[in-house]
């Protein structure tokens, strides 16, 4: 059964700081998602990582992905607070079209 | 084009009754998901439709059920509702086979009382 995890669940930082965000998951796929989900409302897709090796960024936010060992992270470059949300990982159950998300990481960015 | 929307987008019920929620995809897109968003569970996978036929289901109770017409809406049922029923309802289209251009809907919240 495919799981996914991702770490941290809460995080608190300062604006101007770098931090990343890790989603690990535990079958064989080469696609992951990131979304990012304000409160009350639905997902907003971010990156959609296809391959091995996979790297996408977009403003302040750049997402990568290491199929051999299952693991995507999403890295914050220099936090504003307009980027203060959940992030959701979620990986592509092969065959299944359907997406199994990781727990979510709340980020607040304090300025 | 239009994206994908979600009727009703709020709804009180009182546990033991039914309640259906309803799903336009984008236009084009016949491939159509649902999602239950909780606080405990997180984001679960409920079940997926292509052409009025159900293909993947999550692991759900049988009170959880959906259709598909024929011009790719979709409604999903719930019946007998429990309080941890209460949960955010999102519904997801794409073309057949190409979940990485999924989009999803505002979504469909739903409370019992």
């Known amino acids: 059964e495919l799981k996914v995890e991702q770490n941290p669940l809460f995080l608190s930082m300062q604006e101007g700081k770098n931090y990343t965000i890790y989603c690990n998951y535990s079958t064989t796929s080469d696609r992951l998602y990131w979304y990012r989900q304000d409160p009350g409302k639905s997902l907003e897709s971010l990156f959609v990582l296809l391959s091995n090796g996979a790297v996408k960024q977009e403003g302040r936010l750049m997402a990568s992905l290491d199929t051999k060992a299952r693991l995507s992270t999403l890295h914050i470059t220099a936090a504003v607070h307009d980027l203060s949300a959940t992030y959701f990982c979620a990986v592509e159950q092969a065959g299944a079209q359907k997406l199994v998300f990781g727990q979510g990481t709340r980020l607040t960015i304090n300025p | 084009k239009a994206g994908v929307t979600q009727t009703p987008r709020y709804l009180i019920k009182t546990r033991g009754q039914q309640v259906t929620l309803s799903c336009s995809p984008i236009s084009g897109h016949r491939s159509v998901s649902w999602y239950q968003q909780t606080p405990g569970q997180g984001l679960q996978f409920l079940f997926e439709?292509?052409?009025?036929?159900?293909?993947n289901k999550g692991n759900f109770p049988g009170r959880f059920s959906g259709r598909q017409f024929s011009n790719s809406r979709s409604e999903m049922n719930v019946s007998t509702l429990e309080l941890g029923d209460s949960a955010l309802y999102l519904c997801?289209?794409?073309?057949?086979?190409?979940?990485?251009?999924?989009?999803f809907g505002p979504g469909t919240r739903l409370t019992v009382t």
């Open positions: 439709y292509f052409s009025e036929t159900q293909r």
């Open positions: 997801a289209s794409s073309l057949v086979g190409r979940v990485y251009e999924q989009y």
